[in-house]
């Protein structure tokens, strides 16, 4: 077995010497190590960079995924608490 590559082929991460696999992305010999195998950089924006509301569009089709606050059953919840609370209160 020959010894890994310092740069993984698949992420491009440093590979320790001696290890087994990329301790990023788990490629090993059988996976993704060969001569072949080209690292291509990720498509990570610079900071600063970063269009959320584009992210959402292409990610989830303009639906936002962020929750729209609470939604009734809870408020529901919590003022029947409140009630049960005040009932044993003003009883003691």
């Known amino acids: ?3 890994p590559p310092q740069e993984c082929p698949h992420c491009g ?3 320790p010497r001696g290890a087994a696999c990329c301790p990023t992305c788990g490629s090993d010999e059988k996976t993704g ?3 072949d195998a ?3 950089s990720p498509a990570v924006p610079e ?3 970063f269009d959320y509301e584009d992210f959402v569009r292409r990610e989830f089709g303009g639906q936002d995924p962020r929750p729209r606050g609470i939604s009734w059953f809870w408020w529901v919840v919590a003022c029947v ?3 049960v609370s ?3 209160l003003l009883r003691w």
Do not use: C, N
Request: overall charge negative; aromatic content about 14%; glycine content about 4%.
């Open 47 to 49: 900071e600063g960079d």
């Open 33 to 35: 190590w060969s001569e």
């Open 1 to 3: 077995m020959r010894p």
């Open 38 to 40: 080209i690292h291509s």
């Open 13 to 15: 991460a440093e590979v």
């Open 86 to 88: 005040l009932f044993f």
């Open 81 to 83: 608490l409140l009630v």
